[in-house]
């Protein structure tokens, strides 16, 4: 069984370095790491390594340090690691992403079983280059993916959408994103470390060897315009209550109890969620 892992490098910060000009995330001043969701795909591919003898291609579109997110793929248990570099696909959207990625898969992973990706990414969360990926390759597909099952030739996964929790079936080649919910990620060894760095390469490709087009690629390509990106900041502030305990806190209620009740009614539906898993 051949699975493919698309991972994506988000840096690492609070505060995104935005170029104002053309709408685009600056990563190259910021420190980067694997998408938190990604990582959970990854531990899902994994697992099915470990329980159906698959091997594991993780692939990524990024900078040349996106290859250090894939040295640590490679040591948490992926066989094999791909990094799409190059400078013409700087600024690409969702759409254009896919495309590319398409590209890459088809010609290294031709006779792939399935794709994981993340469900969504820190840094933007639009969830949609799974998706797409699936339009592009015309592949059966579910996103929001907290288990799955194999029997045979066919994919058995469980979803919670819109409060609802679904169970699908679709028979390979598939794709499926993975949400955050299962699939908590493993520690990475010393071991695995030392195979990663020392034993195993990464391949890069760039837009010239997927035989890609500049009308296809770069902003050119993308379909999203950004029309302004700004910066909101959080604003704090200190409330002192003062006087007798009794009227403290029917003071704090009458200022703040709606707000509680929000909050403590979504802990309690997060809780019923979880224990119906």
């Known amino acids: 069984m051949k699975l493919v892992v698309c991972i994506k490098q988000v840096p ?63 040591a948490m248990g992926a066989d094999e ?79 919670l959408v819109d409060n609802f929790r679904e169970t699908l079936e679709m028979e390979f080649p598939a794709l499926v994103t993975v949400s955050m ?16 760095f020392d034993q195993k390469d990464v391949s890069v490709l760039d837009a010239k060897s997927l035989g890609l087009s500049s009308s296809s690629i770069e902003q050119k390509g993308s379909r999203t315009r950004v029309r302004k990106v700004f910066l909101r900041k959080a604003q704090k502030g200190n409330v002192v209550l003062q006087g007798a305990a009794s009227n403290v806190v029917h003071e704090f209620l009458d200022r703040y109890q709606r707000k509680i009740g929000t909050v403590i009614g979504k802990s309690i539906e997060e809780k019923k969620q979880h224990d119906d898993k």
Request: hydrophobic letters at 40%.
């Open 12 to 74: 690492k910060v609070t505060e995104l370095p935005w170029d104002e000009k053309t709408g685009t995330l600056r990563r190259d001043l910021a420190s980067g790491m694997m998408n938190p969701a990604c990582k959970h795909a990854l531990e899902a591919a994994l697992q099915i390594k470990e329980n159906h003898n698959a091997s594991i291609t993780v692939i990524t579109m990024g900078p040349p340090a996106a290859e250090e997110m894939l040295r640590e793929a490679l």
């Open 81 to 159: 690691a791909i990094l799409i570099c190059d400078w013409l696909l700087a600024g690409s959207d969702t759409f254009a992403t896919s495309l590319v990625l398409k590209e890459a898969i088809k010609k290294q992973c031709p006779k792939f079983d399935l794709i994981l990706c993340g469900a969504y990414t820190a840094d933007s969360e639009t969830a949609q280059v799974g998706p797409q990926l699936a339009e592009e390759l015309d592949l059966p597909a579910a996103a929001y993916v907290e288990k799955m099952e194999i029997t045979g030739k066919t994919l058995r996964v469980r979803r």
């Open 181 to 196: 919910e299962n699939y908590k990620p493993r520690y990475t060894s010393l071991a695995g470390l030392e195979n990663a």
